[in-house]
C-alpha cells in the first residue's frame, strides 16, 4: 500500500505540470448504440432485468409485486449497455457496448461484482454447453468469445465467424448449439465498376465492357431496351457509371433489367470487374456454433440486416430483419418500396433451405403510399421476437411502427398493438400469460396481456436524455409518420443512424442538371474544371449520419446544400403525403447535431496512434508484392508522416492532408486566398461550405472530400481473394474494394507495401481526434473542422477488489487521462455497506456523491475488497459530474438526495423516497397513452 500512495502522490504531482486541454465538454454523449437483448427475465420469473442504455444501468423490477411492476434496484454498470442475461437468479450478465466490457451483477447485493474485458463492441451474451461456458459477440471484429463463467478473468477462446457484426444470440433448447445474427450480412448484391476516368485504375469499367450483357452501353436500360422513368431530353446524355447487380438461387449475377452479368463476375472474364474466376459473397445470416466443439456452421441467404433472433419451441431458429431492394436502379423505382421487414425459420439441420416470410403481408407494394390506416397495421424496423411457450405465436417489436404484432410460424398476421415509443426487448411470462416490452425512445416498460394482446399498463423509468435529442429521434426512425406504406424510415438504411454497408442508384431519369452555384470549388486551388450534377449519378453507398451538422454540404457529390434540402425525399423515396414542417426539420437537425463517433478501436489508451497495428483481413494489391499476400503490421504514426508534406501528390499540387485535414477527413470550409485559408460565410441555414473537389477521376466529376472516421466499419470488400463478406467499399459508389487498393491507386505514390501498410494504419485509427492541425498560412496543410468523436479510453473501466499491479496500473492511467482533461473518470460500488458514487476533480481527489464529502485516491483505492467492489469507469469529458454524483443533474448530489428521502432520479423533487423504490408504479394507461 506504501508503493499505491507514493504513485498516487507522484501523479498529483505531475498533474500540477500538465497543460489543460480545449475540449468541447458534454454532460450526455449520444453515440446512439442499439439494443440487442435488452430485456430479460430471471429463471424463476420473479425479477424482469431491463437495461437503462442512457443511465448506463441495469434496472430490477419485480414483477411479483401487488403494485404491478416495480423497480427495485438500478444498478451502475458500464457505459451504454445494450444487453442483459441471467445467467441464475441471482447473477445477471450486462454487455456494455462502449465499455468493451461485460458487467457481471450480482442481483442480491445490487452490485457489479466482476468486470470482463472483450473485443470491439460487444453486442449480446448466451450461455450453453456442459460444461456451461459464456459466448459473447463482439460485433465490429466479427468474433465470438468463449469465457469460463467461473473464472471470467482467464483469457477466453476466440472464435472469428465469416460475416460482419454478428450481433443477437440464442440457444438451443438443449444447450448444444448456439445461434448468432450477422447484423450487416449483405443481401448478395455488389458493384461493378463503370464510372472511372483514369487508364488502368482499378475497378475495371466493367459495365463499359463490351462482353457484358448489353455490348458496352454504360449507364445500360433498366425497362427492356429502354429506361423507366423515360430520360429527360432537356439533360445531356447520362455519364457512364457502376452498376449494382444482385445473385439470385441459381447463382446467377443479375441487374434489375434480369440481365446476367455471371462471367464478369464470377465467371470465365471475372478479371473484367477486378474480380478472381470463381470469386463469390457468401451471404452467411446465421451462424451456428456447436458448444462443445465451437465449429461453425452457416444459414445463408436470409435478408441483409438480421435484427433478432429467437428460438421456436420445436428447435427452429426465427429471424427478423430487413431485406433491401437496392439493386432496382432509380428513386421513382423504389419510392416507399425499396426494403422489406421480414421473418426466416431455419432449421438447424437443414440450415440452407430456410424458409422466409413478409411480416407486411397487407403490403402488395403496387403503389408507394396509401391511406394511414393501412400504414399504421405496417411494422417496421424489427428489433425483439419471442415465442410463446406452445410455439403458437411470436410477438415481434417493430422500433420504428412503435408497435407489436403477433404472427405465426408461417408469417399469418394475427394481431398488433401499439406500445410505447421504440420498443426493442420482449419476454414472454409464461406463467402470468404476460409481455413485457422495453420501449427504448419513450423510457418505458410496456405490459400486455398475450391472450387479448393489449396494453395494460406502461410503467416509466428515468431518462437522462436531452429532450431535443428525444423529440427530433422520431424524424429519424418513425415508419408510420415518415413513410408511404408505414414501414421504412431514414432509419432504414441509416440504420442507428449510420449506414446499411449497401450501395444505391437513386438517381432519376426525369430530374435536371444541378448548377453548382454557391459551392466552395476546390478551395481556391488550382483544380481540373468542375461539372454541373447530372440526376443520374450512378449508385452510390449509404453514408453515416454521425457529425454531419456542421459539415455541410451534404451527400457524396455535395449536391444537398443543407439538411433542409433532404426533406423531399419523405415524399419522393419514403412516399410519405407530405415533408416535415420546418419545426419538425429543426428538431431533426438538433437529433442529428447529437449523433457522435465512438472510441476507436485502434488507438491505444492513451489516444495514441498504434506503432505496430496487426492489419489481419488487409491485402497486397500487386503494385508491388503480387496481389493478395497479407500486408505487414502498419504504424500509423509514420503513416501521418506520409500524409502530410513534404509527401506531395498530383506532381507537386497537393497532399492528402491538404484535402482530408485532420481531425475529421473532410476538406476546409475556406478557401485560399494566394496567402492565407479564409472562412467562407454561412449558407441561409446556416450550413458550412466545405469543399468539393474535381480530382477523383470519376465520371461524377464534382464531388465532396468525405470525412474518414468510420472507414474501418467498411472493411470487408477483398478481391484480391474468392471471397468477401461485403459487395460494397470505398469511394463514392463503394467499387474500390480495400483501403490497400485506393492507396495504391495510380494517383497516389506509396513507395513499398510497407508504406502502403502505415497509411492503412493511418486510416483505420483516424477518429479520436487529437491530431496534428494545419495552419491559416499553409497552403498544403489547411485547418480542418473540428471532429465528433471520442477519446480511445473512453468507457474502458477495471472492478476492484484488491487491486492487483497490473489494475492499479491502469486505475492510474486513467487517473492520468483525467488529469488532463481529456477525459473523465467515475467510481461506483459499495462503500461502508452503501452504494456510492465518486467523480474525480483531479489533484488525487474525488467528489463523493454528497457533497460535503471528498476522498483521497488512495483512501479510495484502499477500500476496496470483496463485498465492497469498486468499478472504475473512464466516461467523457463533462460527462463524470452527471454519471459518477448528480444522476438528475438537479445540483443536489446522489445521496444527499437519498439522505433527505428524496429520489436522484428526478430533479427538484420534493416528495418522500425510499432507497429501491420504483421510478414510477405501473397502473392504468391515461388515455393519451392510448
Known sequence: MAVIRRAVLLLCFIALLLPGMSHADESFVNWEDPHVHPLELTPDGNLLLAVNTADNRLMVFDVTSRRGLELVASIPVGLDPVSVRARSNTEAWVVNHISDSVSIVDLRRGTVTATVYTDDEPADVVFAGRPERAFITCSQVNRVLVVDPRRPDATPR????????????????????????????????????????????????????????????????????????????????????????????????????????????????????????????????????????????????????NMALAVHPSGSVTVVGTDARNEVRFEPNVNG??????????????????????????????????????????????????????????????????????????????????????PTGIVFDDSRDRLYVLNRFGASISVLSTDRLKELSRVEFFDPTPQALKVGRKHLYDT????????????????????????????????????????????????PPFEAWHPMKGPMTTQTLQDIIGKEPLHWRGDRASLEEFNPAFEG??????????????????????LTFPPNPFRNLDNSLPRNLPLTGHYTTGRFAPAGQPLPNGDATRGMALFRPPRLLAQGLFAC??????????????????????????????????????????????????????????????????????????????????????????????????????????????????????????????????????????????????????????????????????????????????????AYLGGG???????????????????????????????????????????????????????????????????RFVEGEGAGQSGPLATADL
Not at 160 to 170: Q, S
Not at 340 to 360: E, G, I, K, Y
Not at 765 to 776: M, Q, V
Not at 849 to 862: I, N, P, Q, T
Open 158 to 305: 476466440r472464435i472469428t465467424l465469416k460475416g460482419e457484426d454478428p450481433r443477437a444470440l440464442a440457444v438451443s433448447p438443449d444447450g448444444r448449439f448456439v445461434y448468432a445474427a450477422i447484423f450487416e450480412s449483405g443481401n448478395g448484391s455488389t458493384i461493378l465498376g463503370g464510372g472511372s476516368l483514369i487508364p488502368n485504375a482499378y475497378p475495371p469499367n466493367a459495365v463499359s465492357d463490351a462482353r457484358g450483357p448489353y455490348g458496352g452501353i454504360n449507364p445500360p436500360p433498366n425497362a427492356g431496351s429502354t429506361f423507366f422513368p423515360a430520360l429527360n431530353p432537356a439533360n445531356p446524355p447520362p455519364p457512364p457509371v457502376g452498376l449494382i447487380v444482385r445473385k439470385n438461387t441459381r447463382g446467377q449475377w443479375l441487374d434489375d433489367n434480369r440481365a446476367d452479368w455471371t462471367d464478369l463476375v464470377s465467371g470465365a472474364n471475372a478479371a473484367a470487374s477486378g474480380r478472381l474466376t470463381g470469386w463469390d459473397m457468401p451471404d452467411r445470416d446465421l451462424a451456428i456454433i456447436d458448444a462443445a466443439s465451437l465449429d461453425v456452421s452457416y444459414a445463408t441467404r436470409l435478408m441483409n440486416a
Open 337 to 422: 418500396r425499396f426494403l422489406r421487414v421480414l421473418m426466416a425459420v431455419v432449421d438447424p439441420r437443414r440450415p440452407t433451405s430456410p424458409s422466409v416470410h413478409d411480416l407486411n403481408p397487407h403490403l402488395d407494394y403496387a403503389t408507394p403510399t396509401v391511406p394511414q390506416s393501412v400504414r399504421n397495421l405496417s411494422v417496421g424496423d424489427p428489433r425483439g421476437i419471442a415465442w410463446n411457450s406452445r410455439g403458437t405465436r411470436a410477438f415481434v417489436t417493430g422500433m420504428g411502427s412503435n408497435n407489436v404484432v403477433a404472427v405465426g410460424l408461417g408469417g399469418a398476421r394475427l394481431g398488433q398493438v401499439e406500445v410505447g415509443e421504440g
Open 480 to 527: 408510420h409518420k415518415t413513410s408511404g406504406l408505414g414501414h421504412v424510415s431514414c432509419a432504414s438504411c441509416h440504420i442507428d443512424g449510420r449506414m446499411d454497408r449497401l450501395g444505391w442508384d437513386l438517381g432519376d431519369p426525369t430530374g435536371a442538371v444541378k448548377s453548382l452555384a454557391g459551392q466552395n470549388l476546390g478551395m481556391g486551388l488550382p483544380l
Open 573 to 594: 423515396l419514403q412516399g410519405d403525403d407530405a415533408q416535415l414542417t420546418p419545426r419538425e426539420m429543426k428538431e431533426l437537425r438538433s437529433f442529428l447535431a447529437t
Open 657 to 838: 492532408n491538404t484535402c482530408h485535414t485532420f481531425p475529421s477527413g473532410l476538406a476546409v470550409d475556406m478557401q485560399w486566398t494566394g496567402a492565407m485559408w479564409m472562412p467562407m460565410q454561412k449558407g441561409a441555414m446556416g450550413e458550412s461550405h466545405h469543399a468539393l473537389v474535381s480530382t477523383d477521376g470519376s465520371t461524377n466529376v464534382t464531388l465532396k472530400v468525405p470525412q474518414l472516421r468510420n472507414v474501418y466499419e467498411k472493411v470487408g470488400m477483398e478481391l484480391t481473394q474468392k471471397e468477401s463478406l461485403s459487395g460494397f467499399a470505398f469511394i463514392h459508389d463503394g467499387s474500390v474494394d480495400s483501403l490497400a487498393r485506393f492507396i495504391t491507386e495510380p494517383t497516389f505514390n506509396p513507395e513499398s507495401d510497407q508504406e502502403v501498410a502505415d497509411l492503412v494504419a493511418l486510416l483505420l485509427s483516424f477518429a479520436g481526434s487529437e491530431l496534428p492541425r494545419g495552419s491559416a498560412t499553409d497552403m498544403f496543410l489547411p485547418p480542418g473542422p473540428d471532429s465528433k468523436d471520442s477519446h480511445a479510453a473512453v468507457g474502458q473501466q477495471v472492478t476492484l477488489t484488491t487491486a492487483t499491479p497490473s489494475e492499479f496500473a491502469r486505475v492510474l492511467q486513467f487517473m492520468s487521462l483525467a488529469e488532463q482533461g481529456k477525459v473523465g473518470l467515475v467510481v461506483k460500488g459499495r462503500r461502508h455497506g452503501e452504494e456510492r458514487g465518486f
Open 845 to 911: 481527489v474525488f467528489q463523493s456523491d454528497r457533497a460535503s464529502e471528498k476522498v483521497g485516491a488512495y483512501l479510495l483505492l484502499a477500500g476496496a475488497r470483496p463485498g465492497a467492489e469498486l468499478t472504475y469507469t473512464v466516461v467523457p469529458a463533462g460527462s463524470e459530474r452527471r454519471i459518477g454524483v448528480d444522476r438528475d443533474e438537479d445540483g443536489m448530489l446522489d445521496r444527499d438526495e437519498l439522505d433527505r428521502d428524496r429520489r436522484p432520479d428526478r430533479a427538484n423533487d420534493g416528495r
